[in-house]
């Protein structure tokens, strides 16, 4: 007997036998690498993009576009109206390889059991759950252009039906101007209906299947369905009815904002309508806000505050320092222990508001800014002034005080070294453990100026510059002058 040899499958696209190192499957069918491209822009494909129809393979957008459900807004970048019945998906034999396939067998399941579609059992294997029941993978096909679903793009409509999201739209969704797919013109596709397109509403009834009380759309009480809800606050509204209650704005989840009246408002109109009113407050620009309300309208719509810091008074010495009311932690404001008012907390002379970086506290319990600091306790002469020029605050000359001493306070133990009155956090000096103001701290010979990098401190208890230590305290003799190798005779 001769031998046979094994016949090959023939490839769809050029009729030639495919090997195993060559092959590539697609709806039954084998085909070479090199011919597994799309029939209409010739894109090469794999398993995830691969469309099969009549032998042929596309890719998805082109059986879509081939194929696909036409109409207003189904088409890929143009809304251009097409007559296709969908004749192409209503053939009842299946021919694969030139054999046709009979249709399989099912069981059927009691009712109200099975398959939503045909009846028949479901197993686990090919199951897919829609509307709490479960469907036939094979049977999971939008009820109008039998197009493929998933969790998805499966709508579950009133009719008990699943839909895809373009055919849901059609059938169930807001129709007119400005609702299409792709593009705002008048949507007059006729869907699947003997009498043709029915006659359009200038305004859809989301309310006509009614909800039970407290649970469908807040604004018109309809039953809301997945395709269609917006979720604020817990509660499910209409597409079409979450805009604004005044403006009717289109509002989403960002511009969106909850009114105590339990409507919802674009965040202009909830700040005229439940926003603080007057001088400051418009949207936008600092005007006086009159949107047509009256000042007692105004007045009764928030909670009155008083002004007066002092209406609710505090114990004697647990109060505001300057005015005695009680001081709460929305409002306080710490100096030296003690809290103020933010209103109060200002300089005494100049009333300029301060913080804690401008606050100097005064020998008399209250608080100044630094310049008024300085003109009232800071030392006074030549040089201490806001300018290098002698100051006169009180109109008199400062010649009566040569030294700059303190004109009033007592004398302490615990006070400035030199001049013996108490010194402040806001001008002292530190020297080996003392406090010093900072006026007096100054070479005792000298008179110059000290800080940290050329203060002294002599044996006597006193503050020198380098120079006069080194003359008082230092080691003399030749070659310890000041800057000569000579004899010193000081």
Known sequence: MPLQPIESPKCPRCGKSVYAAEERLAGGYVFHKNCFKCSMCNKSLDSTNCSEHDRELYCKVCHGRKYGPKG?????????????????????????????????????????????????????????????????????????????????????????????????????????????????????????????????????????????PGEGCPRCGGAVFAAEQKLSKGREWH???????????????????????????????????????????????????????????????????????????????????????????????????????????????????????????????????????????????FGYGHAPTLVSTSGESTIQFPDGGPLNGQKTSGGCPRCGFAVFAAEQMISKSRIWHKRCFYCSDCRKSLDSTNLNDGPDGDIYCRSCYSRNFGPKGVGYGLGAGALTTF
């Open 239 to 381: 597409k079409k009815c979450y805009n604004c209650k005044d403006c009717h704005k289109t509002l989403d989840s960002i511009n969106a904002s909850d009114g105590p009246d339990g409507d919802v408002y674009c965040r202009t109109c909830y700040g005229k309508k439940w926003g603080p009113h007057g001088y400051g407050f418009a949207c936008g620009s600092g005007f006086l806000q009159t949107d047509g309300l009256t000042e007692e309208q105004i007045s009764s719509s928030r909670p009155f505050i008083n002004p007066d810091t002092t209406s609710i008074k505090a114990p004697e010495g647990e109060g505001c320092p300057r005015c005695g009311g009680a001081v709460f932690a929305a409002e306080q404001q710490l100096s030296k222990g003690k809290m103020w008012h933010k209103k109060c907390y200002s300089c005494t002379d100049c009333h300029r508001p301060l913080d804690s970086v401008l606050a100097c506290d005064g020998p008399d319990g209250d608080i100044y800014c630094k310049a008024c600091y300085g003109k009232r306790y800071g030392p006074k002469g």
């Open 72 to 212: 207003y807004g189904f088409g890929t970048g143009a809304g251009t109206l097409s007559m296709d019945n969908g004749a192409q998906f209503q053939n009842g034999d299946v021919v694969r390889n030139g054999a046709r396939l009979e249709p399989r067998a099912i069981a059927r399941a009691p009712e109200g059991e099975g398959c939503p579609r045909c009846g028949g059992y479901v197993y686990a294997a090919e199951q897919m759950l829609a509307r709490g029941r479960a469907w036939h993978k094979e049977c999971f096909k939008c009820g109008t252009c039998k197009k493929g679903l998933d969790s998805i793009l499966c709508c579950e409509a009133p009719d008990k039906n699943i839909y895809c999201k373009g055919c849901y739209a059609k059938q169930f969704g807001p129709k007119g101007y400005g609702y299409g797919q792709g593009g705002g013109a008048l949507q007059s596709d006729c869907y699947a209906t003997d009498d043709g397109a029915p006659s359009m509403r200038a305004a859809i009834e989301v309310d006509r299947i009614r909800a039970r």
